[in-house]
């Protein structure tokens, strides 16, 4: 079975300050772990992706990511947010299985910005 | 480029009517896919076509729930004899191949009054 957790349904921080949104996963095969964002009134975006390679993965909007793969996490980081990146921000775990694709997203955690 | 289209934006419909829900993908995306999100809820995988394969449809909810993709492009999502439950955003994505990032479209959003 395939599962992600976002442990925080919200989280509220201010601006310039530090923010860390947590993702684990469990999955039994390797997966490929994707951050998408959703702005208010929009659709989803991607903000970064693991596939391979260097644990530490850049997105966009100077968020990135580190994949651990003895903690199965994939928490997103920023150093500084803005207004700008209140959002709900999901986490999504992707896995080949047979030949189909299962792919798996957390609940989701609303990041709340404050001026 | 253009991105993922959804239409409609927004649906309003009786309870027990059969809804129709499109999703145009980038051109040359193979993968499509379908998921909703209820209020207050994650987003729910509902179904997933990569080229010319069987679909996997093993996150539909019930067997009201059906989806086509005719000549590896345009798919639409039926919901047959719509219930109160079946309300929710309903977001269409597509992606080059199986593990690449997808592209969401807006979504359509379904009430069932």
């Known amino acids: 079975a395939q599962s992600v957790t976002q442990l925080d349904s919200q989280v509220p921080v201010f601006e310039e300050a530090p923010v860390e949104l947590r993702c684990n996963y469990s999955?039994?095969?390797?997966?490929?772990l994707f951050w998408y964002v959703q702005y208010p009134n929009q659709g989803l975006q991607l903000l970064l992706k693991?596939?391979?390679?260097?644990?530490l993965v850049k997105g966009i909007n100077g968020f990135e990511a580190e994949f651990n793969k003895s903690q199965t996490s994939f928490h997103l980081r920023k150093p500084s947010v803005h207004i700008s990146d209140t959002a709900e921000y999901f986490c999504?775990?992707?896995?080949?299985?047979?030949?189909?694709?299962?792919?798996?997203f957390g609940t989701g955690t609303k990041l709340q910005v404050i001026p | 480029g253009a991105g993922v289209s959804q239409s409609p934006s927004n649906k309003v419909t009786e309870k027990g009517k059969d809804v129709e829900l499109r999703c145009d993908p980038i051109?040359?995306?193979?993968?499509l896919y379908w998921y909703r999100q209820s209020l207050g809820q994650g987003l729910e995988f509902l179904i997933y076509?990569?080229?010319?394969?069987?679909?996997?449809k093993s996150g539909l909810p019930s067997d009201r729930f059906s989806a086509e993709r005719t000549g590896g492009s345009v798919s639409t999502l039926t919901i047959q004899r719509t219930q109160q439950e079946d309300s929710a955003v309903y977001l269409c994505?597509?992606?080059?191949?199986?593990?690449?990032?997808?592209?969401f479209g807006d979504g359509t959003r379904l009430s069932i009054l």
């Open positions: 693991y596939l391979s390679g260097s644990t």
């Open positions: 994505a597509s992606s080059w191949d199986r593990n690449q990032p997808q592209h």
């Open positions: 076509f990569q080229g010319n394969s069987a679909p996997d």
């Open positions: 999955s039994s095969v390797s997966v490929y």
């Open positions: 051109s040359g995306h193979t993968a």
């Open positions: 999504a775990v992707n896995r080949n299985s047979g030949g189909y694709q299962k792919v798996t």
